[in-house]
């Protein structure tokens, strides 16, 4: 990785991809503790109702930020593996943003053959 860019321009493997995916581990927690933090101060504290509102409304703000990276370090972190054909690939950010998805295995669109199968993350 060179060291004046945040990302990479290639997928991350090995013993890099699996730090990295600690890292999108700890982003994830930390945003959701964020929002959490936010509700409970807006349930918990006396005030008025809009302060309530913007309370709650900055907790789901601030966690934006910290999804779209953890997302982005998903995307670079190892490759994909078509279900159909076995190519290995690194999706854009688009597609992995929009496919389906359980845990870390995407419903997304082969770029070699075309097909639309679960692809698994595999980190080399």
């Known amino acids: 990785m060179n060291k004046h860019t945040l990302w990479p321009q290639t997928a991350q493997t090995g013993s890099a991809a699996k730090r990295l995916l600690a890292l999108e581990v700890w982003v994830i927690t930390v945003s959701i503790l964020m929002l959490l933090a936010f509700t409970f101060a807006a349930s918990l504290i006396s005030m ?6 913007v309370l709650i409304l900055l907790g789901f703000i601030a966690i934006i930020p910290g999804l779209i990276w953890s997302l982005k370090i998903e995307q670079i972190a190892g490759y994909y593996r078509c279900g159909n054909c076995h190519h290995k690939h690194v999706p854009t ?5 929009c ?10 669109t082969c770029p070699k053959c075309g097909k639309k199968s679960w692809q698994k993350k595999v980190l080399t």
Not at 48 to 53: G, K, N, V
Not at 93 to 97: E, H, N, Q
Request: charged residues 25%; positive net charge; glycine residues 4%.
């Open 48 to 53: 008025a109702d809009w302060l309530r509102i």
């Open 93 to 97: 950010l688009k597609a992995v943003f």
């Open 99 to 108: 496919a389906a998805h359980m845990g870390r295995t995407r419903y997304m």
